[in-house]
């Protein structure tokens, strides 16, 4: 079992440059959430750091494009946090829930939340 999130962004240095760019011009029109709330202008969250290396659950980090090629079957709307079990990907929270959630803080809370009931129905987790 892992937790995959998938940003709705492109890969490489000069897709990030860009990205930094487009968050600061065009915040509102930024197209991926998950990217505006877990990394800052440079480099990932120290916040969000820290929570990653401190849960118990693999995780996998796909841009678009990557997804896209390992999950040829897969239809999300990105951004989204899955579950992945037995080669089956859940949702988690999708780009919906995503577009809601304004800081780090919040997402980690609803990312608590969501995988305690989780646990509650897999103890094996």
């Known amino acids: 079992m ?6 709705n962004a492109e890969a490489g240095i000069v897709r990030g440059f860009m990205d930094s760019i487009h968050k600061i011009v065009s915040p509102s029109s930024y197209a991926c959430d998950l990217c505006a709330i877990t990394y800052g202008l440079t480099s990932m969250n120290r916040d969000w750091r820290v929570w990653l290396q ?4 693999p995780t996998e980090f796909f841009h678009r494009a990557e997804f896209k090629k390992a999950w040829p079957e897969a239809n999300f709307e990105l951004p989204v946090i899955l579950m992945e ?17 304004k ?9 608590e939340d969501r995988l305690a ?3 509650h129905d ?4």
């Open 122 to 125: 897999d103890p094996a987790l």
């Open 103 to 111: 800081d780090v803080d919040q997402l980690i809370a609803v990312l």
């Open 85 to 101: 079990e037995k080669k089956r990907l859940t949702p988690v929270i999708g780009a919906e829930t995503l577009a809601e959630i």
């Open 2 to 7: 892992k937790l995959v999130f998938v940003y």
């Open 54 to 57: 401190e849960i118990e659950i």
């Open 117 to 119: 009931k989780v646990k």
